[in-house]
């Protein structure tokens, strides 16, 4: 392997990959805002006693747990713009696949969060005199989203992960534009090293500080 | 008289802590030594140093009249973890919390040991698991899985294990202590049963009327030291020591039988 | 909505669709076949390796683990071949970085297994003289491995999900026949739910059997505590 590495080009094609840097924020931002504020109603509707709530709302989340989120991508991409209201681009069905998927996977988070939490808690905020959303939001809620962060924290990182998948419906996010510039300049080795390298480094960082502080969260108990 | 195991100036150091801060010891074979102390005197790691779970930071171990672990440079000993496996498997201990192997029977538990350590043959080692259990009185519960007997019988199970390997000392560290108090019994008789026999034993033990009938010796230990030593009459019935007087006072339940103490006065 | 839905136009196709399933099974079984026991391997390096393994299997490991599945896939199919001086087809490629992607969440998932098993078991295999591999052959790893089935499983559903990639480095799945058809029948929104309702059939079905494999393991695990 006496391979010559020449990264000149990429260096030359910076700005591309700094495009490309932002967009990938910039999906990622979207998806998780939105994704973990439809999340928790969408949680709290698999609570619900009433199936016109309850049913929706399960088969919403299993149908988007159990499907890839490519083909969910593709499917806004190719199939929804059909019958579709508005314009779709690579954007909007980009982040309309990678939001639901997440509302999906939040919600269960929220769901499990608020089930951890023992049933003594809510009878308390009863015997207080709260209503059910007073039980909700002042005891139940401070307590559960604690114990929620790491987990919402992998969902993040796992999203920023599959913000590259949107590369496959040329969206120019980091994946594409080192897909785009790899063809402009033969530098597929260099590229795709440096791609991987550059995910390494923002994901890797806050994977390790999830981890550290979910021991430490094991360890308090 | 056969000398089972000797300890000259046992140290054991975790981190800034010293347990064990010399410690003397002979037991010679047949003999039955019970430990007792308060939780943190070092009783349980003085035992876990006999087979070394634990190893010593400083003196020295013979077993069976050697010397365990080589001479390094200076005072230290090294012991390489090549040389301890068969002094494990001659030497048998018994859990607090029993540790089966919940994923093997009781019958698979008992011939693990023989099997795969000492390479047995199978049927050898059914006869001799067999046997053992016959002797804690489980040969019944042979095809059992551990998850479905008492505590009581979970530790017998696990003393036959021990004794599959026909060690040469046994260590019984706390076996009673996670039992509940009906099912206390038929541990201690089990093992008063091997002190009989003449099986050399160390136990660790809160049961301190046990330990009045089945020591030889009574040790106390305190803060990594062997406080007060010598038959149970002298350590239980008239201690030296105000420390082991107040430890024996906080053991209320502590109902001596009374004959043997008549006799000895 | 006058849109007028044609699904015959797609199940004419049907077959070519089930075609790609079985791919996508393919990629996923193979993966699985490699990246399981490979996993074991990394796991018991960064578990018990002395310093010199233990690290660069961590940092292989969490390298793995964070980077997205696609730019693996490139990279093992675009820069591999080049770098290597050897031919890669799709296929190759896509076993090769799913055996490896998957093997270090198999690692992970080994790691926590044999952890989560009590000091006990290793003590009362140690006071019976076996040593430590014995005692991880005989003792630890069969019953880390009963309680990492679920997890195990997840994982691999987890794969399958993932395998969707193959298709952008022309490797017939599912999914790429999907598209295919897609373009030649324009009937892209028949063709994209046809597929995305075969995915969930399968994935769903996995995961309602792990479901199931997680309860009944509970209600096994109260009645066998300790």
Known sequence: MDYAWDFSAIVQYRGLLLVGLLNTFKLAAVCLVLGLAFGLPVGLMRYARSPWLNWPATAFVEVFRNTPVLVQIMWFFFAFPIISPFDINAFTAAALGLTLNTVAFSSEIYRAGIQSIAKGQWEAGKALGMTGKQQLTRVILPQALRRMIPAFMNRAIELVKMTSLASVIAYGELMHQAKTISTIAFNPIEMYTVVALIFFALIAPPALAVQRYEKSLERRG | MTEMLRLEGLVKRFDDLEVLKGIDLTVQKGETIVLLGASGSGKSTLLRCVNFMEVPSGGRVHLMGEPVGRDGRGAAISYSERDLVPIRARVGMVFQHFNLFPHMTVLQNVMEGPRT???????ECEARARKYLDKVGLGWKADAWPS?????????????????????????????????????????DTIKELADEGMTLLIVTHELGFAYTVADRVLFLSAGRILEEGRPEEVLLAPREEQTQSFLRGHGRFRLPETPAQEQA | MGYDWDFAVVLRDFDLLLLGLLNTLKVTGLALLFGVPLGLVLALCRLYGNALIRWPVGLVIEFLRTTPPIAQLFWFFFALPILAGVEINPFEAAVLTFSLQSSAFFAEVFRGGIQSIERGQWEAAKAIGMTRNRALRRVILPQAVKRMIPAFLERAIELMKTTTLVGTISYADLLFRANQIAQSTYRALEVFTIAAAIYFVVIFACSLGVRLLETRMARSGESTAR
């Open chain 2, 117 to 123: 350590v000492l390479g047995l043959p199978r049927s």
């Open chain 2, 148 to 188: 479905h007997l008492s505590g009581g019988q979970q530790q017998r199970v696990a003393i036959a294990r021990a004794l599959a390997m026909e060690p040469e000392i046994m260590l019984f560290d706390e076996a009673t202590s996670a039992l509940d108090p009906e099912l206390v019994g038929e541990v201690l």
